[in-house]
């Protein structure tokens, strides 16, 4: 067995030359999903979080940027932290961070509790749940002219295909226009969405009651460097405020949407958050941070790796890289 604890110590120590190693996950899914059987489940998910437990020094987000600014960080240091509010963060993600005694962060998009859906699960469940074995999106004006707007659905493996397809073509679309397709994609396919895909209030409350971290995630989870800076700081604040009236305390922590320095945030959407009280923010982009690293733009990672050796080995491997940044 190869002995990663030891190698943590070397690559992330103590103190002034510590590195922090911050998670992200997004869904934990109750069982394995057939469509995207890369995605971590129930099984895996605790799995994990053993391995976690048993190597590093896990600490609530903000006390880790407060001990990494101080330079008092543990050896091994890692916190934990889900992307975008979904119900099986409280439902099933919960009592396994609870039965290994760990702390994570939730960075919550707030237009979506009680029954609201992100335009991107819309694509998703109208594959998943579509009954026929083709869904023919070229009657959509900014699809028609792309061969690619035809879609075989005969298989776990060409829904995600599709998914990824659709996803991928809108993605980057004003939001109105995006979720316009994404609910034309709904109807062409004939699928009764659900409403149960995100939390409640009260699930967000309970994540809090539990001990866990809330930290904001914008409004409606747009990217912020296609926004003009006005709208982009409004989506901040309003997300910021509603969130702190929820759980009755400030949200000093910040998730850029999707994250990658540059294209799905710029400089001036660090500088808005600054600006708004946070203590630090989050991106998507690998690596470790020390010291040195902005705290308004520290990487996140999680190895994808099934096998203890090879999750452990990748997560050795990303202590040594330096974040991308936007400056």
Same mark, same amino acid.
Not at 47 to 65: F, H, I, Q, T
Not at 130 to 136: M, N, P, W, Y
Not at 211 to 227: E, F, N, S, V
Not at 239 to 250: A, V, Y
């Given at each position: 067995?190869?002995?990663?604890?030891?190698?943590?110590?070397?690559?992330?120590?103590?103190?002034?030359?510590?590195?922090?190693?911050?998670?992200?996950?997004?869904?934990?899914?109750?069982?394995?999903?057939?469509?995207?059987?890369?995605?971590?489940?129930?099984?895996?998910?605790?799995?994990?979080?053993?391995?976690?437990?048993?190597?590093?020094?896990?600490?609530?987000?903000?006390?880790?940027?407060?001990?990494?600014?101080?330079?008092?960080?543990?050896?091994?240091?890692?916190?934990?932290?889900?992307?975008?509010?979904?119900?099986?963060?409280?439902?099933?993600?919960?009592?396994?961070?609870?039965?290994?005694?760990?702390?994570?962060?939730?960075?919550?998009?707030?237009?979506?509790?009680?029954?609201?859906?992100?335009?991107?699960?819309?694509?998703?469940?109208?594959?998943?749940?579509?009954?026929?074995?083709?869904?023919?999106?070229?009657?959509?004006?900014?699809?028609?002219?792309?061969?690619?707007?035809?879609?075989?659905?005969?298989?776990?493996?060409?829904?995600?295909?599709?998914?990824?397809?659709? =996803?991928? !073509?809108? @993605?980057? +679309?004003?939001?109105? $226009?995006?979720? #316009?397709?994404?609910?034309?994609? /709904?109807?062409?396919? %004939?699928?009764?969405?659900?409403?149960?895909?995100?939390?409640?209030?009260?699930?967000?409350?309970?994540?809090?009651?539990?001990?866990?971290?809330?930290?904001?995630?914008?409004?409606?989870?747009?990217?912020?460097?296609?926004?003009?800076?006005?709208?982009?700081?409004?989506? =901040?604040? !309003?997300? @910021?405020? +509603?969130?702190?009236? $929820?759980?009755? #305390?400030?949200?000093?922590?910040? /998730?850029?949407?999707? %994250?990658?320095?540059?294209?799905?945030?710029?400089?001036?959407?660090?500088?808005?958050?600054?600006?708004?009280?946070?203590?630090?923010?989050?991106?998507?982009?690998?690596?470790?941070?020390?010291?040195?690293?902005?705290?308004?733009?520290?990487?996140?990672?999680?190895?994808?790796?099934?096998?203890?050796?090879?999750?452990?080995?990748?997560?050795?491997?990303?202590?040594?890289?330096?974040?991308?940044?936007?400056?």
């Amino acid at each position: 067995m190869v002995p990663i604890r030891p190698a943590l110590s070397i690559l992330s120590p103590a103190s002034q030359r510590a590195r922090l190693s911050i998670l992200l996950f997004h869904r934990v899914q109750p069982q394995p999903d057939s469509i995207f059987p890369g995605d971590v489940d129930e099984r895996q998910f605790n799995e994990m979080m053993g391995w976690v437990k048993s190597w590093c020094n896990v600490l609530p987000l903000d006390e880790a940027v407060d001990r990494l600014k101080d330079g008092r960080l543990p050896a091994r240091a890692a916190a934990i932290t889900f992307d975008d509010g979904y119900a099986d963060n409280h439902d099933v993600a919960l009592p396994i961070l609870q039965r290994h005694g760990l702390t994570a962060t939730f960075f919550v998009a707030t237009a979506y509790l009680n029954g609201g859906r992100m335009w991107n699960d819309t694509v998703i469940e109208a594959v998943r749940h579509c009954a026929a074995g083709e869904l023919d999106l070229r009657g959509l004006a900014r699809l028609q002219d792309r061969a690619t707007a035809r879609w075989s659905l005969e298989s776990p493996a060409t829904r995600s295909h599709a998914i990824a397809g659709v =996803i991928g !073509r809108i @993605k980057y +679309e004003p939001a109105p $226009l995006r979720q #316009e397709l994404a609910d034309a994609t /709904a109807r062409i396919a %004939g699928v009764v969405l659900p409403t149960n895909l995100m939390m409640t209030s009260q699930q967000v409350l309970g994540l809090k009651r539990a001990g866990m971290q809330i930290g904001a995630h914008t409004h409606t989870h747009p990217i912020l460097a296609r926004l003009d800076s006005d709208i982009a700081r409004e989506e =901040i604040l !309003r997300n @910021k405020s +509603e969130l702190q009236t $929820l759980i009755g #305390e400030p949200v000093t922590l910040f /998730a850029y949407p999707n %994250g990658r320095p540059g294209l799905d945030y710029n400089a001036t959407n660090v500088q808005i958050v600054r600006s708004l009280g946070f203590a630090a923010a989050v991106s998507t982009a690998t690596g470790a941070a020390g010291r040195d690293t902005d705290m308004f733009q520290l990487p996140r990672f999680t190895p994808w790796d099934r096998t203890r050796t090879r999750f452990g080995m990748r997560f050795a491997a990303n202590l040594l890289r330096d974040p991308q940044i936007v400056k």
